[in-house]
């Protein structure tokens, strides 16, 4: 991906946001010092129809941008997460059959939006098979990305008890 001059955007931060039939939860996503990214607390909980609440939650998630910890230990990583506790979700499988899930890149010019769609089991499908994959630019603002997001949940058929109006 590179801009009209050719140049390679700049990742500010990486946020994941899970969508389930009745909430919205955008977890703190942090790097660690291992190289890879652990979602954990602080956590935003809203309203999963709440435009104004999510570019809200979209905007801390933004500023607080991707902190440096310690990996966690094997054991911690075995512990069923906040967002499956907060989903009411026996395990990651289910955590997954439960939401949909959106990752929001933020560069320096341009905010990529991407979520997945369905496996045959009922998880988030194969990591190349976008049901939604667009760009807005950084100027178009966080208001631009949650419009996005919001209109694509109204245009999913695939989470039982998702309910999106208006």
């Not at 949909?100 to 009922?122: H, L, M, N, Q």
């Amino acid at each position: 991906m590179t801009n009209n001059s050719g140049v390679m955007p700049q990742l500010r931060c990486w946020l994941g946001l899970y969508v389930s039939a009745d909430k919205a939860l955008l977890p703190t996503k942090y790097e660690t010092d291992a190289g890879f990214h652990y979602s954990s607390d602080p956590i935003h909980e809203f309203d999963n129809r709440d435009k104004t609440a999510l570019t809200i939650a979209l905007r801390e998630a933004m500023r607080v941008g991707n902190p440096v910890i310690p990996a966690p230990s094997r054991d911690e990583l075995k512990k069923r997460t906040a967002m499956e506790r907060l989903i009411n979700a026996k395990s990651w499988k289910d955590l997954e059959r439960k939401t949909i899930y959106f990752s929001i890149k933020c560069f320096d010019t341009e905010f990529r939006v991407v979520s997945w769609g369905r496996a045959p089991d009922g998880t988030w499908g194969p990591e190349k098979e976008h049901v939604l994959d667009t760009s807005v630019l950084k100027e178009e603002g966080v208001e631009a990305v949650a419009e996005i997001i919001i209109a694509h949940l109204k245009t999913r058929t695939d989470l039982p008890g998702l309910a999106m109006s208006g």
